[in-house]
């Protein structure tokens, strides 16, 4: 079965310390990871892919096939990264259905 | 194109009351999805379309929902009977057909049965 695992609900940090979100899945095929993002009073939006490799906002994500883990780490943490976050994972096939983590939620301190 | 669109924003019903959410995809994208969210969790997947078809529904959707998508474009998802236990925040997103780039999320829908 399918599953998203956020083991942490709330991580606080002070700004311009290093900040990981970790994320563990399940899925017997071939995932592809994605982590979107809420900020206050915002829909919530697509952060990045695992398959395009990409930074940004600074964020990085790599996906760990052997340790089945999809963290997501940006080296200074800003202020305005303080937001909820969701790990999710997507099947390549069949309309691309979506499960998500029960999200972490990021809080940096001035 | 705004992006997607839902309405209304916010919907107060008594319980026992019928509901209907709409939602506006992204006028490209073949592919919409409801979701569900309730306090402290993430989004859990309600239904999608492809077009017009409906092609997966979720357990989690019992006989009192339904969705629809008539001409591809726009979608309803309408809560017969409502129960408290159905109050949460209903997200609509949208996809386009080639390749997996991910979502984009409307402002959903939050329901309180009172």
């Known amino acids: 079965a399918q599953r998203v695992t956020q083991p942490e609900k709330l991580l606080s940090v002070f700004k311009g310390a290093p900040v990981e979100l970790k994320c563990n899945y399940s899925?017997?095929?071939?995932?592809?990871l994605f982590w979107y993002v809420q900020y206050s009073r915002q829909r919530l939006q697509l952060l990045l892919r695992?398959?395009s490799r990409e930074s940004i906002k600074g964020f990085t994500a790599d996906l760990n096939k052997g340790e089945t883990s999809f963290h997501l780490k940006k080296p200074f943490a800003q202020e305005e990264d303080s937001a909820m976050y969701y790990c999710a994972l997507s099947r390549n096939t069949g309309g691309f259905k979506t499960i998500f983590g029960a999200g972490t939620r990021l809080f940096v301190k001035a | 194109d705004t992006g997607v669109s839902q309405d209304p924003r916010h919907k107060i019903t008594k319980r026992g009351q019928n509901v209907t959410f709409r939602c506006d995809p992204i006028?490209?994208?073949?592919?919409l999805y409801w979701y569900r969210q309730t306090l402290g969790q993430g989004p859990e997947f309600l239904t999608y379309f492809q077009n017009e078809a409906q092609l997966e529904k979720s357990r989690l959707l019992s006989d009192r929902f339904s969705a629809e998508r008539p001409k591809g474009s726009f979608s309803t998802l309408e809560i017969q009977r409502t129960e408290q236990g159905d109050s949460a925040m209903y997200l609509c997103?949208?996809?386009?057909?080639?390749?997996?780039?991910?979502?984009?999320f409307g402002s959903g829908t939050r329901l309180t049965v009172v």
């Open positions: 899925y017997s095929g071939s995932p592809e």
């Open positions: 006028s490209e994208h073949n592919r």
């Open positions: 695992h398959i």
């Open positions: 997103a949208s996809s386009g057909l080639q390749g997996n780039y991910g979502y984009t």
